[in-house]
């Protein structure tokens, strides 16, 4: 199977290698929300997760001071989830867009792994 001239030059007019850059990038950011702490964040999502357990278990228990649940602190951990949440989402969104230019560009080979 060869690929034809016509995909070659779109590659090279459209710079979709720098969009697969790009979404390499867009991975490294996703995983440093998800697994790494960073300096911004002390922790990663799942642990922020955990925390916000722990607060919903306190405030059920009725023991709030005992698990020093503070209402400003949880909603700083709700209101980061959230925005990491959609760092997430907006990151995954940049690597599918990346990938399904690409998918696009080579479909017009009809290539059966595509399909």
Do not use: W
């Amino acid at each position: 199977m060869t690929i034809s001239q016509g995909v070659i030059n779109k590659l090279k007019e459209n710079y979709e290698t720098l969009g697969i850059l790009e979404a390499i990038d867009a991975f490294y950011q996703i995983k440093g929300l998800v697994i790494e702490g960073t300096q911004k964040h002390s922790c990663h999502l799942q642990d922020s997760l955990l925390q916000v357990y722990h607060y919903l278990l306190a405030i059920i228990r009725a023991h709030p001071q005992k698990e020093d649940v503070k209402l400003e602190n949880f909603k700083k951990l709700i209101n980061f989830i959230e925005d990491d949440t959609h760092r997430i989402v907006d990151n995954t969104g940049l690597i599918l867009a990346s990938i399904y230019k690409i998918k696009r560009l080579f479909s017009f080979q009809k290539m059966a792994f595509f399909e």
